[in-house]
């Protein structure tokens, strides 16, 4: 069955960097484009990076850009997600997704906390 593990988050101050994994299993990872949401506390899950499966092609939502660079590594079954320059409203649980045959598929989180 799929399975999506999140790791790398934590507590960082303003202006500091993360970087989350994603480990995949379960499906043909080469083969899927893959993403990253978050949600913050009382606001609606959206969408922060994807990347096609060859790695090649990668997009970034609007106040990520610049910041953070989402990358895979198809023979470890991992994609990442480097934040740099980290905010307060960057404060989040932080979800890997794919969607195979039609169904999405999600981890459980990472907690990013972004605080002085």
């Known amino acids: 069955q799929v399975q999506l593990v999140e790791s790398g988050g934590g507590l960082v101050q303003p202006g500091g960097s993360l970087r989350l994994s994603c480990a995949a299993s379960?499906?043909?990872?080469?083969?899927?484009?893959m993403r990253w949401y978050r949600q913050a506390p009382g606001k609606e899950r959206e969408l922060v990076a994807g990347?096609?499966?060859?790695?090649?092609?990668?997009s970034y939502g609007d106040s990520m850009k610049g910041r953070f660079t989402i990358s895979r590594d198809n023979a470890k079954n991992t994609v990442y997600l480097q934040m740099d320059s980290l905010k307060v409203e960057d404060t989040a649980v932080y979800y890997c997704?794919?969607?195979?045959?039609?169904?999405?598929?999600w981890g459980q989180g990472t907690q990013v906390t972004v605080s002085s």
């Open positions: 990347i096609n499966s060859s790695g090649g092609v990668t």
């Open positions: 379960g499906f043909t990872f080469s083969s899927y484009f």
């Open positions: 997704n794919v969607a195979v045959k039609g169904i999405n598929f």
